[in-house]
T-cell receptor, first 114, second 114 residues
């Protein structure tokens, strides 16, 4: 019963480097999303997808790219990492249209940008 | 549009005392409401949810919340705190028109002392 799986769990980058955070879900959920969690700010939506081939921006999309080529996978790409992107990133999925919006979360990826 | 306000970034209680975590919401459509819990270094897991059925909702680990439309509130309570309840709690709202996105509050950290 894997649910939502995120890799890596920890990553240290230097400013300007690029990387991809991986997210996969095995629940056949339409909706997938990426949040970042920062102290005192709760969870803020970065990007989301309502199905394969469809993505849209959330509240804080700058500096991040996403794609959704399959129902299962939703990678988050940092093109040129900045210290402001130091955060904990969560991938989440839900059933989408017709559901309640209840999200199922991965365990998070802690990113530090030096 | 939906938003959530959680009053108090930290709440301290003694073991065995009542737990009360406050959440007020704003929604332009009838809401779905959620409480999530996050234990240290883990992802978020669902405690309970309101989906327009009973206004008093019971969740896991003895927690419950009451939906009060007149007060636009969805406060989380537990009659007797346990040390294992120490965690961060997030209130979230979505609206049941078409596709829903979850909007989170900034979180309340619950501290439980012996």
């Amino acid at each position: 019963n894997a649910g939502v799986t995120q890799t890596p769990k920890f990553q240290v980058l230097k400013t300007g480097q690029s990387m991809t955070l991986q997210c996969a879900q095995d629940m056949n959920h339409e909706y997938m999303s990426w949040y970042r969690q920062d102290p005192g700010m709760g969870l803020r939506l970065i990007h989301y997808s309502v199905g394969a081939g469809i993505t849209d921006q959330g509240e804080v999309p700058n500096g991040y790219n996403v794609s959704r080529s399959t129902t299962e996978d939703f990678p988050l790409r940092l093109l040129s990492a900045a210290p402001s992107q130091t955060s904990v990133y969560f991938c989440a999925s839900s059933t989408g249209t017709g559901g309640t919006g209840e999200l199922f979360f991965g365990e998070g990826s802690r990113l530090t940008v030096l | 549009a939906q938003s959530v306000t959680q009053l108090g970034s930290h709440v301290s209680v003694s073991e065995g005392a009542l737990v009360l975590l406050r959440c007020n919401y704003s929604s332009s459509v009838p809401p779905y409401l959620f409480w999530y819990v996050q234990y240290p270094n883990q992802g978020l897991q669902l405690l309970l949810k309101y989906t327009s059925a009973a206004t008093l909702v019971k969740g896991i680990n003895g927690f419950e919340a009451e939906f009060k439309k007149s007060e636009t509130s969805f406060h989380l309570t537990k009659p007797s705190a346990h040390m294992s309840d120490a965690a961060e709690y997030f209130c979230a709202v979505s609206g049941y028109t078409g596709f829903q996105k979850l909007v989170f509050g900034t979180g309340t950290r619950l501290l439980v002392s012996p």
